[in-house]
């Protein structure tokens, strides 16, 4: 959440079967399940997200 980089997001889409809530997979270290963190969506926009492993529920 400081803005370092943590890693790079593979690929991402709305889920259809969790009501197009946002799912994405990447590669990140130094975070745990639960953290949160930031993805750059642009140079000007970020989105915030929680790491959990899948299945997603």
């Known amino acids: ?3 370092s980089k943590i890693g790079q997001l593979t690929s991402g889409a709305p889920s259809p079967s969790l009501g197009n809530t946002g799912v994405g997979i990447g590669y990140i270290s130094g975070v745990r399940e ?3 963190v930031l993805i750059a969506a642009s140079p000007r926009s ?3 997200a ?3 492993r899948p299945p997603f529920v």
């Open 1 to 3: 959440m400081d803005g």
């Open 34 to 36: 639960g953290d949160e």
């Open 46 to 48: 970020s989105v915030k």
């Open 50 to 52: 929680v790491i959990i």
